[in-house]
């Protein structure tokens, strides 16, 4: 079955530090990958997603990833987190063909301490 | 303009009671999605609607659980004979349509059974 791996489970940084979270996935056809963020008391939300074209997506707040299909992984990137990032964050990918379902990694509760 | 909602926020019942979970999708958005988290855990899909058919049931965890939409609106989640293993959050999405859409989650249901 298809799945999504996120490695980290809890990250703790200081604020300034760089920030990387795994993401790796499991179906061998095309797909669509996503970062959602939840933040304290928030709803979740999109950070950003790649469906085609650069490998390399911004989104919002400074994130970045990297779509590489040879590994089959999407990981999240941030040069310097602010206590702000403080925030539960899930990789997922949709399925060519898939309906458009989302399957979720377990998701990395990140903690930044100022 | 509004975001998804759901009602009710919090559901605290007792084993073997049913529940039903309501979600309002953004206007205008044809595709809606029912996850449920359960603690510790990433989402996990649990029904899709394109309109008010479901063409993927297959999250669905057991008979006990239901759902339906009318038309391009509300769509209620009911779950029979409540079951301790059933305590999570149930979040709704929607999205403009099938495809490559990005779907907008709601603030989620938190069900406890007792």
């Known amino acids: 079955a298809q799945s999504v791996s996120q490695h980290n489970h809890h990250v703790i940084l200081s604020e300034a530090a760089s920030l990387e979270l795994g993401c790796n996935y499991s179906?061998?056809?095309?797909?669509?990958l996503f970062w959602y963020v939840q933040y304290p008391g928030q709803h979740l939300q999109l950070l950003l997603k790649?469906?085609?074209?650069?490998?390399l997506v911004k989104g919002i707040k400074g994130f970045e990833a990297e779509f590489i299909k040879s590994k089959f992984s999407f990981n999240l990137r941030k040069p310097s987190v602010q206590w702000s990032d403080t925030a539960e964050y899930f990789c997922?990918?949709?399925?060519?063909?898939?309906?458009?379902?989302?399957?979720f990694g377990a998701g990395t509760r990140l903690a930044v301490h100022p | 303009g509004a975001g998804v909602s759901q009602s009710p926020s919090n559901k605290v019942t007792e084993k073997g009671k049913d529940v039903e979970l309501r979600c309002d999708p953004i206007s205008g958005h044809t595709a809606l999605y029912w996850y449920r988290q359960r603690l510790g855990q990433g989402l996990e899909f649990l029904i899709y609607?394109?309109?008010?058919?479901?063409?993927?049931k297959s999250g669905l965890p057991s008979d006990r659980f239901s759902a339906e939409r009318t038309g391009e609106s509300v769509s209620t989640l009911t779950i029979q004979r409540t079951q301790q293993e059933d305590s999570a959050v149930y979040l709704c999405?929607?999205?403009?349509?099938?495809?490559?859409?990005?779907?907008?989650f709601g603030p989620g249901t938190r069900l406890l059974v007792l």
């Open positions: 609607f394109q309109g008010n058919s479901a063409p993927d």
């Open positions: 179906y061998g056809g095309t797909v669509n």
């Open positions: 790649y469906f085609s074209g650069d490998p």
């Open positions: 999405a929607s999205s403009l349509a099938l495809g490559s859409e990005t779907q907008y």
């Open positions: 997922a990918v949709t399925l060519s063909g898939g309906y458009n379902k989302l399957i």
